[in-house]
């Protein structure tokens, strides 16, 4: 059974792009030559686009898939995946911080 990594972007129309941490600026360009330019690098590294969350009028958030290779799960150990039979989902190691969000992700077991 193939192992998928996902990559998840902020893509504020305006200009602005955000994943992982990293922010990408539009430069002296249209707007679609941006946008069109980052999804391009995306596809060359193999990742596809899955899922379009609409967040505002001039922002979304764009989900992508690949097949796992290996460093994509490098950052993922603050995660554990419950025991069979109590739940579906992917639980924080740590306890939500008082009165902050907590990051959730859920996937099928």
């Known amino acids: 059974m193939a192992q998928w990594a996902y990559k998840v972007a ?5 200009g602005r ?7 990408t600026l539009i430069g002296n360009e249209r707007r679609s030559t941006f946008a069109r330019r980052y999804l391009n690098t995306l596809g060359k590294d193999g ?8 967040l ?3 922002s979304a958030y764009y989900v992508f898939k ?3 290779q290996e460093g994509d799960f490098a950052d993922d150990s603050r ?3 419950p025991d069979r ?3 579906v989902g992917f639980y924080p ?5 008082r009165g902050g969000a907590c990051p959730t992700r859920y996937a099928s077991i």
């Open 10 to 14: 902020y893509i504020d129309y305006r």
């Open 17 to 23: 792009i955000s994943s992982e941490g990293l922010e």
């Open 47 to 54: 990742w596809e686009l899955v899922g379009i969350q609409p």
């Open 56 to 58: 505002t009028a001039n």
């Open 66 to 68: 690949r097949t796992a």
């Open 79 to 81: 995660w554990r995946q």
């Open 85 to 87: 039979g109590v739940g």
């Open 93 to 97: 190691l740590q306890e939500p911080r």
